[in-house]
C-alpha cells in the first residue's frame, strides 16, 4: 500500500481530541481516581539497605495492629525459574520480575519492597508495615558501574554468570551479558583516517517522571477472577505479568484502563499489580495502592546510567570511516539495561564501513531500570554526536555538512544489520541547515549547538474493531492506552477512510475482555500499527456496505462505490445510501455493521531527528540557559500534527532535562538523597523558550498514510545538541551529565 | 464554600485539602503527583489565592472559600482556557491540565494580559512531562487573548 492520495480531509488536520474535554473539566479517571465501596487500602514495607540479605520476618505485631486484613512477603510468591516475556528482547524475566515485586532472600536496592499490607485505612496500613519486624544482614553495596564491573566486587546474584564472553566464565560476576557488533576491517580503518577523536562520557540514571504516580485497584472474588482496573501502557501485558507473576490463569482476570496520566516507557511493567490482586484475594476485599513520589523514585523507573568511550576517525573530505565504541549500562538490581538498542543505535546515523561496538549489561544495587522513550538511545547518542561535532570542528567543516556526507539513506546496509527502507535523515539535516535559527546571531556566551538522532520505531501486536452504530455514527476500538492523543489520530483515519465527520466517530480503550489481544503503547507503535489495523477495518466496512448496497440496488458488487460517507452506483442506477441508511437498515442486509483486524505488521519506518539548540552560559554561576530550539523531525505523515509537535516539544525537553538538571544521586550508603520533585528537578516552564518543530514527510512505505512513529526519537538528541551548544558558548567541552551549574563552573575554571 | 456551593464534611484532623476533595467528595479531577508541594497537580485556588491542596489542612478551609477544576466551567460553556487549552492541543496526558487551568486561572485573574514570561513564571510551580509547556504557554497566551476582546470582557465584580 502506498500513499496515493494527498488532498486529506481529516489526516493531517488538527480537530480537537475527544478525549479532551472529560480531560479539562477534571472528569477524565485516571489510575487513582478508583474507588469501590468498602475497599482496603494497601501499603509496602521497603527495605533500607541496598543490599542485605533477609534472615527474618516477624508479622505478628503487625497482623495484630486494629483494622489489618492480610499481609504479604516474598515466601507468598510462587518461585519461578528463568523465564523471558514474548518480546520483551531479553527485557523481562519473569523470575527476576517476581523478585523485583517482592525480595525473596536478599534486597538489592533502598526501597526493594519486601511486604505488603491491607487495611481498612491507608494509615492503619503504613502503621502496621512500619511495625514488621525485618533482620538484615547487611552486605557491601555497589553503586557505581566501575565497581560493579571490577574482578573482586561483591556480586549481586551468584547464578549470574556473563553471557557473550570469548570464554566460558567460571564463575558469577555482576555483568549479565556483552553484546559485540562488528563490521569491516577496523585496522585499515584507522590507517585511512586524517583526523581521530577518542572520548570518555558519563551519564547518571534518570527518571521517566510521569506526573501521575503509580496506582492499581484490585478485587478478586471467591471464585479467583479478578478485576484490576490500573493506569498502565498495555493493559495486556498488565495481565499476562501479574497472572504469572501470582501462578494464576491471565484468563481468570480482567483488566480495565484507567487514563494514563504519562508513562514515557516506565509503566511497561508491573509493581503494585501483583500485590493488590493478591491481598485482595487474601482478604476477600478489593484492595486500593498508589505509590508516593518517593515510592516512584526509589522504586520504579530509572533508565541507566553509563559509562561510554567512543573513538572515530575521518578523512579529510569528511568521510567516516573507522569507529569503536565501548559501551556500560547500568541494570539496576537484576540484568536487563537496554544496551541492546544502545549498541544498535549507537552510530546507526552513519554509513561506516569499519565498526567495533561492544557494550556490557551490569547490575548493581540500584532500582532496576525500566524503559524509557528511545530505551538506551539518547546516552548513545549523547556520546557519538559529541565526537561527530568535535570531528567536525578538527576537519573545519559545518557539523551538518559532516553528518550529510555520512548520513544513511535508503538502501545502505545499518550497522546492527538490515538494510534501511525509505528514511527521512538527509531531509531532517537540510531542513536544519536551512532553518533561519541556524543562522541568527549569537551573543557573548552564547553558543549554537546541533546533533542527530536515530530510532527503529515498532509494529507489534493489534487488534482493532470499527463498528457502525445505526444513526450512521462509529466506534473505533483498540486495545492501546492513549498516552498522547492517539485515539484522536485512530479516529482521523477512520474517517478518512468512511468518509465522515471525524467527531461522529468515538474511539475507545477496550479492556481486556473486550477486545483482542494488543501489544502495549511502546516502541511509538500506535499511530503505525494500529492504524494499519484501523485503516485496513474501516476498509473492510467499505467493501461490506457496497455489497449491501449492490443487494438493494440488486447490480453486481462492482457498480457500487464508496465516495464521501456514501455508496453509489457507477451507472446512476440508484439514489446513493448513505452511511447513516446503510446502518439503520442492516438487518434486513446481514446484520450489524462491524469488523475487526488483526495484524503484526513489519516496518515501523526508522524515525531521525535533527536538533539545534542555543544557548547562554553565565560565567559567574555555571548556569546553562536554553535561549533557543528547534526539533526537526520525520514523521512519515503526520495524522494529527499538534500531537506530533507535542511528541516532538515534550521528547526534546526531557532531554534537556535530562542534559542539565536531572541524575540519580546516591549517598555513600546506597541511599537516594533526592527522592522529590523538589531536588530531583525537572524542567519548568520558566526555564525553557518556546520549542520550534518542523515536521518531515517522508511517508512510510509500509503504512497506509506513510506514518511512521514519532514518540520516541525526539528525545535522543538533545543532549548532544546541548553539550555542542555548550562548547560554542565556552570552548569547554562536557562529557559528563548533567551538566549541572556546579560541573560547568569546574570546567570554565579548570583553565 | 466549594465551587460557589455551601458545603459540610468530615475529615480527620491529619487529612490534606487534597485528600478531602477526592477521598470525601469524591471531587477527583485534583490530583496527586507528590504530595509534598513540587508538582501543582493538586492546585485549587482558596479565597483567591493559589495553593496546593496537598499543602492545605482540610480543617483550615472552614470557612474559606474553594475553587477547583470542577467548578471552572459554566452549565453550558467552558471556561475560555478550558477552549484554548483543548483547541491548542496544551495536554497529552492530561493528568497536570486541571492543576494548569487552576494556576492559570489564578493568573488571568490577577494580571489579565501577561507577557510570555510572565505566563511562565505564573505557572513555574505546575509539572507537565508530557508537552515541553509549549502549547501550554501558547493556549494561556491565547485564552488572555480571548477574554481581553471588548464583547468578553467581564464587568468587574
Ligand atoms: S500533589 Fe500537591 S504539589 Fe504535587
Ligand atoms: S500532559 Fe502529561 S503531564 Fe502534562
Same mark, same amino acid.
Given at each position: 500500500?502506498?500513499?496515493?492520495?494527498?488532498?486529506?480531509?481529516?489526516?493531517?488536520?488538527?480537530?480537537?481530541?475527544?478525549?479532551?474535554?472529560?480531560?479539562?473539566?477534571?472528569?477524565?479517571?485516571?489510575?487513582?481516581?478508583?474507588?469501590?465501596?468498602?475497599?482496603?487500602?494497601?501499603?509496602?514495607?521497603?527495605?533500607?539497605?541496598?543490599?542485605?540479605?533477609?534472615?527474618?520476618?516477624?508479622?505478628?505485631?503487625?497482623?495484630?495492629?486494629?483494622?489489618?486484613?492480610?499481609?504479604?512477603?516474598?515466601?507468598?510468591?510462587?518461585?519461578?525459574?528463568?523465564?523471558?516475556?514474548?518480546?520483551?528482547?531479553?527485557?523481562?524475566?519473569?523470575?527476576?520480575?517476581?523478585?523485583?515485586?517482592?525480595?525473596?532472600?536478599?534486597?538489592?536496592?533502598?526501597?526493594?519492597?519486601?511486604?505488603?499490607?491491607?487495611?481498612?485505612?491507608?494509615?492503619?496500613?503504613?502503621?502496621?508495615?512500619?511495625?514488621?519486624?525485618?533482620?538484615?544482614?547487611?552486605?557491601?553495596?555497589?553503586?557505581?558501574?566501575?565497581?560493579?564491573?571490577?574482578?573482586?566486587?561483591?556480586?549481586?546474584?551468584?547464578?549470574?554468570?556473563?553471557?557473550?564472553?570469548?570464554?566460558?566464565?567460571?564463575?558469577?560476576?555482576?555483568?549479565?551479558?556483552?553484546?559485540?557488533?562488528?563490521?569491516?576491517?577496523?585496522?585499515?580503518?584507522?590507517?585511512?583516517?586524517?583526523?581521530?577523536?577518542?572520548?570518555?562520557?558519563?551519564?547518571?540514571?534518570?527518571?521517566?517522571?510521569?506526573?501521575?504516580?503509580?496506582?492499581?485497584?484490585?478485587?478478586?472474588?471467591?471464585?479467583?477472577?479478578?478485576?484490576? @482496573?490500573?493506569?498502565?501502557? +498495555?493493559?495486556?501485558?498488565?495481565?499476562?505479568?501479574?497472572?504469572?507473576?501470582?501462578?494464576?490463569?491471565?484468563?481468570?482476570?480482567?483488566?480495565?484502563?484507567?487514563?494514563?496520566?504519562?508513562?514515557?516507557?516506565?509503566?511497561?511493567?508491573?509493581?503494585?499489580?501483583?500485590?493488590?490482586?493478591?491481598?485482595?484475594?487474601?482478604?476477600?476485599?478489593?484492595?486500593?495502592?498508589?505509590?508516593?513520589?518517593?515510592?516512584?523514585?526509589?522504586?520504579?523507573?530509572?533508565?541507566?546510567?553509563?559509562?561510554?568511550?567512543?573513538?572515530?576517525?575521518?578523512?579529510?573530505?569528511?568521510?567516516?570511516?573507522?569507529?569503536?565504541?565501548?559501551?556500560?549500562?547500568?541494570?539496576?538490581?537484576?540484568?536487563?539495561?537496554?544496551?541492546?538498542?544502545?549498541?544498535?543505535?549507537?552510530?546507526?546515523?552513519?554509513?561506516?564501513?569499519?565498526?567495533?561496538?561492544?557494550?556490557?549489561? /551490569?547490575?548493581?544495587?540500584?532500582?532496576? $531500570?525500566?524503559?524509557?522513550?528511545?530505551?538506551?538511545?539518547?546516552?548513545?547518542?549523547?556520546?557519538?554526536?559529541?565526537?561527530?561535532?568535535?570531528?567536525?570542528?578538527?576537519?573545519?567543516?559545518?557539523?551538518?555538512?559532516?553528518?550529510?556526507?555520512?548520513?544513511?539513506?535508503?538502501?545502505?546496509?545499518?550497522?546492527?544489520?538490515?538494510?534501511?527502507?525509505?528514511?527521512?535523515?538527509?531531509?531532517?539535516?537540510?531542513?536544519?541547515?536551512?532553518?533561519?535559527?541556524?543562522?541568527?546571531?549569537?551573543?557573548?556566551?552564547?553558543?549554537?549547538?546541533?546533533?542527530?538522532?536515530?530510532?527503529?520505531?515498532?509494529?507489534?501486536?493489534?487488534?482493532?474493531?470499527?463498528?457502525?452504530?445505526?444513526?450512521?455514527?462509529? /466506534?473505533?476500538?483498540?486495545?492501546?492506552?492513549?498516552?498522547?492523543?492517539?485515539?484522536?489520530?485512530?479516529?482521523?483515519?477512520?474517517?478518512?477512510?468512511?468518509?465522515?465527520?471525524?467527531?461522529?466517530?468515538?474511539?475507545?480503550?477496550?479492556?481486556?475482555?473486550?477486545?483482542?489481544?494488543?501489544?502495549?503503547?511502546? +516502541?511509538?507503535?500506535?499511530?503505525?500499527? /494500529?492504524?494499519?489495523?484501523?485503516?485496513?477495518?474501516?476498509?473492510?466496512?467499505?467493501?461490506?456496505?457496497?455489497?449491501?448496497?449492490?443487494?438493494?440496488?440488486?447490480?453486481?458488487?462492482?457498480?457500487?462505490?464508496?465516495?464521501? +460517507?456514501?455508496?453509489?452506483?457507477?451507472?446512476?442506477?440508484?439514489?446513493?445510501?448513505?452511511?447513516?441508511?446503510?446502518?439503520?437498515?442492516?438487518?434486513?442486509?446481514?446484520?450489524?455493521?462491524?469488523?475487526?483486524?488483526?495484524?503484526?505488521?513489519?516496518?515501523?519506518?526508522?524515525?531521525?531527528?535533527?536538533?539545534?539548540?542555543? $544557548?547562554? $552560559?553565565?560565567?559567574?554561576?555555571?548556569?546553562?540557559?536554553?535561549?533557543?530550539?528547534?526539533?526537526?523531525?520525520?514523521?512519515?505523515?503526520?495524522?494529527?500534527?499538534?500531537?506530533?509537535?507535542?511528541?516532538?516539544?515534550?521528547?526534546?525537553?526531557?532531554?534537556?532535562? @535530562?542534559?542539565?538538571?536531572?541524575?540519580?544521586?546516591?549517598?555513600?550508603?546506597?541511599?537516594?538523597?533526592?527522592?522529590?520533585?523538589?531536588?530531583?528537578?525537572?524542567?519548568?516552564?520558566?526555564?525553557?523558550?518556546?520549542?520550534?518543530? /518542523?515536521?518531515?514527510?517522508?511517508?512510510?512505505?509500509?503504512?497506509?498514510?506513510?506514518?511512521?512513529?514519532?514518540?520516541?526519537?525526539?528525545?535522543?538528541?538533545?543532549?548532544?545538541?546541548?553539550?555542542?551548544?555548550?562548547?560554542?558558548?565556552?570552548?569547554?567541552?562536557?562529557?559528563?551529565?548533567?551538566?549541572?551549574?556546579?560541573?560547568?563552573?569546574?570546567?570554565?575554571?579548570?583553565? | 464554600?466549594?465551587?460557589?456551593?455551601?458545603?459540610?464534611?468530615?475529615?480527620?484532623?491529619?487529612?490534606?485539602?487534597?485528600?478531602?476533595?477526592?477521598?470525601?467528595?469524591?471531587?477527583?479531577?485534583?490530583?496527586?503527583? !507528590?504530595?509534598?508541594?513540587?508538582?501543582?497537580?493538586?492546585?485549587?485556588?482558596?479565597?483567591?489565592?493559589?495553593?496546593?491542596? !496537598?499543602?492545605?489542612?482540610?480543617?483550615?478551609?472552614?470557612?474559606?472559600?474553594?475553587?477547583?477544576?470542577?467548578?471552572?466551567?459554566?452549565?453550558?460553556?467552558?471556561?475560555?482556557?478550558?477552549?484554548?487549552?483543548?483547541?491548542?492541543?496544551?495536554?497529552?496526558?492530561?493528568?497536570?491540565?486541571?492543576?494548569?487551568?487552576?494556576?492559570?486561572?489564578?493568573?488571568?485573574?490577577?494580571?489579565?494580559?501577561?507577557?510570555?514570561?510572565?505566563?511562565?513564571?505564573?505557572?513555574?510551580?505546575?509539572?507537565?512531562?508530557?508537552?515541553?509547556?509549549?502549547?501550554?504557554?501558547?493556549?494561556?497566551?491565547?485564552?488572555?487573548?480571548?477574554?481581553?476582546?471588548?464583547?468578553?470582557?467581564?464587568?468587574?465584580?
Amino acid at each position: 500500500m502506498t500513499t496515493t492520495r494527498t488532498g486529506y480531509k481529516w489526516v493531517g488536520t488538527r480537530p480537537v481530541r475527544h478525549d479532551g474535554l472529560d480531560k479539562v473539566t477534571g472528569r477524565a479517571r485516571f489510575g487513582a481516581d478508583y474507588a469501590t465501596a468498602g475497599m482496603l487500602h494497601g501499603a509496602v514495607l521497603r527495605s533500607p539497605h541496598p543490599h542485605a540479605r533477609i534472615l527474618s520476618i516477624d508479622l505478628t505485631e503487625a497482623a495484630a495492629m486494629p483494622g489489618v486484613k492480610a499481609i504479604i512477603t516474598g515466601a507468598d510468591l510462587p518461585d519461578l525459574s528463568d523465564e523471558f516475556a514474548a518480546g520483551s528482547e531479553g527485557g523481562i524475566n519473569f523470575r527476576d520480575l517476581s523478585r523485583n515485586i517482592l525480595a525473596r532472600d536478599k534486597v538489592l536496592y533502598e526501597g526493594h519492597p519486601v511486604a505488603a499490607v491491607a487495611a481498612v485505612t491507608l494509615r492503619a496500613a503504613q502503621q502496621a508495615a512500619e511495625v514488621i519486624e525485618v533482620e538484615y544482614e547487611i552486605l557491601p553495596a555497589v553503586l557505581s558501574l566501575e565497581h560493579a564491573m571490577e574482578d573482586d566486587a561483591p556480586v549481586l546474584h551468584d547464578d549470574l554468570f556473563t553471557l557473550g564472553l570469548d570464554s566460558e566464565p567460571d564463575r558469577p560476576s555482576n555483568i549479565s551479558r556483552r553484546r559485540v557488533i562488528a563490521r569491516g576491517d577496523l585496522d585499515a580503518g584507522w590507517v585511512e583516517a586524517d583526523v581521530v577523536v577518542e572520548r570518555e562520557y558519563t551519564t547518571k540514571a534518570v527518571h521517566q517522571g510521569y506526573i501521575e504516580p503509580h496506582a492499581v485497584v484490585a478485587e478478586t472474588g471467591e471464585d479467583g477472577r479478578s478485576t484490576l @482496573w490500573c493506569s498502565s501502557q +498495555g493493559h495486556f501485558a498488565m495481565r499476562t505479568y501479574t497472572t504469572k507473576v501470582l501462578g494464576w490463569e491471565p484468563g481468570d482476570m480482567k483488566v480495565i484502563p484507567a487514563e494514563i496520566g504519562g508513562g514515557f516507557g516506565g509503566k511497561t511493567t508491573i509493581y503494585l499489580e501483583p500485590l493488590a490482586a493478591l491481598l485482595s484475594r487474601r482478604a476477600g476485599r478489593a484492595v486500593k495502592m498508589v505509590m508516593t513520589r518517593s515510592e516512584v523514585f526509589r522504586a520504579t523507573g530509572p533508565t541507566s546510567g553509563s559509562v561510554m568511550r567512543i573513538k572515530m576517525g575521518a578523512r579529510r573530505d569528511g568521510k567516516l570511516v573507522a569507529a569503536t565504541a565501548w559501551m556500560a549500562y547500568e541494570a539496576g538490581a537484576f540484568p536487563g539495561s537496554p544496551i541492546g538498542p544502545g549498541v544498535m543505535t549507537v552510530l546507526a546515523c552513519y554509513d561506516i564501513p569499519n565498526v567495533l561496538i561492544e557494550g556490557y549489561d /551490569v547490575v548493581l544495587n540500584k532500582p532496576k $531500570v525500566a524503559a524509557y522513550r528511545a530505551p538506551g538511545a539518547p546516552m548513545a547518542a549523547f556520546a557519538a554526536e559529541s565526537v561527530v561535532d568535535e570531528l567536525a570542528e578538527k576537519l573545519d567543516m559545518d557539523p551538518i555538512e559532516l553528518r550529510l556526507r555520512n548520513a544513511v539513506t535508503e538502501g545502505v546496509r545499518a550497522v546492527y544489520g538490515p538494510k534501511f527502507r525509505k528514511i527521512g535523515f538527509v531531509e531532517t539535516l537540510e531542513e536544519a541547515r536551512d532553518h533561519p535559527h541556524y543562522a541568527a546571531p549569537l551573543g557573548p556566551w552564547q553558543g549554537r549547538g546541533v546533533a542527530s538522532g536515530f530510532w527503529f520505531n515498532f509494529g507489534g501486536e493489534t487488534t482493532a474493531t470499527v463498528s457502525i452504530n445505526e444513526d450512521g455514527t462509529a /466506534v473505533v476500538m483498540s486495545g492501546c492506552p492513549d498516552i498522547g492523543g492517539t485515539r484522536a489520530a485512530l479516529a482521523q483515519m477512520a474517517a478518512e477512510e468512511l468518509g465522515i465527520d471525524v467527531h461522529r466517530i468515538e474511539p475507545v480503550v477496550a479492556d481486556t475482555h473486550s477486545i483482542g489481544y494488543n501489544d502495549m503503547t511502546g +516502541g511509538s507503535r500506535v499511530a503505525f500499527a /494500529v492504524g494499519i489495523a484501523v485503516v485496513d477495518a474501516s476498509r473492510r466496512l467499505i467493501k461490506d456496505m457496497c455489497a449491501r448496497a449492490a443487494l438493494i440496488w440488486d447490480v453486481p458488487a462492482e457498480e457500487v462505490e464508496w465516495v464521501d +460517507g456514501r455508496a453509489q452506483s457507477v451507472t446512476d442506477a440508484a439514489a446513493p445510501l448513505t452511511l447513516e441508511e446503510l446502518a439503520s437498515g442492516s438487518a434486513n442486509t446481514g446484520g450489524p455493521l462491524s469488523a475487526t483486524v488483526t495484524v503484526n505488521p513489519r516496518g515501523a519506518g526508522a524515525g531521525f531527528s535533527t536538533q539545534i539548540c542555543d $544557548v547562554e $552560559v553565565d560565567p559567574d554561576t555555571g548556569l546553562v540557559t536554553v535561549l533557543r530550539y528547534t526539533v526537526v523531525q520525520d514523521a512519515g505523515r503526520a495524522i494529527h500534527p499538534d500531537y506530533v509537535e507535542g511528541q516532538m516539544q515534550g521528547g526534546a525537553v526531557q532531554g534537556i532535562g @535530562w542534559a542539565l538538571n536531572e541524575e540519580y544521586i546516591f549517598d555513600r550508603n546506597g541511599v537516594m538523597e533526592n527522592p522529590g520533585f523538589l531536588d530531583y528537578r525537572m524542567p519548568v516552564a520558566s526555564d525553557l523558550p518556546m520549542i520550534d518543530t /518542523v515536521i518531515v514527510e517522508v511517508p512510510n512505505p509500509d503504512h497506509p498514510y506513510g506514518v511512521r512513529g514519532v514518540g520516541e526519537t525526539g528525545i535522543i538528541p538533545p543532549m548532544a545538541a546541548v553539550a555542542n551548544a555548550v562548547y560554542a558558548a565556552t570552548g569547554k567541552r562536557m562529557q559528563d551529565l548533567p551538566m549541572s551549574p556546579v560541573r560547568v563552573l569546574e570546567a570554565l575554571s579548570g583553565d | 464554600m466549594l465551587n460557589g456551593d455551601e458545603i459540610d464534611f468530615l475529615c480527620n484532623d491529619y487529612q490534606t485539602l487534597l485528600s478531602a476533595l477526592r477521598d470525601e467528595l469524591g471531587m477527583i479531577g485534583t490530583k496527586e503527583g !507528590c504530595g509534598t508541594g513540587d508538582c501543582g497537580a493538586c492546585s485549587v485556588i482558596l479565597d483567591g489565592q493559589l495553593v496546593c491542596s !496537598c499543602l492545605v489542612f482540610a480543617p483550615e478551609v472552614d470557612g474559606r472559600r474553594v475553587e477547583t477544576i470542577e467548578g471552572l466551567a459554566e452549565v453550558d460553556h467552558l471556561h475560555p482556557l478550558q477552549d484554548s487549552f483543548l483547541e491548542g492541543a496544551a495536554f497529552q496526558c492530561g493528568v497536570c491540565t486541571p492543576g494548569f487551568l487552576m494556576a492559570a486561572k489564578a493568573l488571568l485573574d490577577r494580571n489579565p494580559s501577561p507577557t510570555e514570561t510572565e505566563v511562565r513564571y505564573g505557572v513555574a510551580g505546575n509539572l507537565c512531562r508530557c508537552t515541553g509547556y509549549d502549547k501550554i504557554v501558547r493556549s494561556i497566551l491565547d485564552a488572555a487573548a480571548r477574554m481581553n476582546e471588548p464583547e468578553n470582557r467581564k464587568e468587574a465584580p
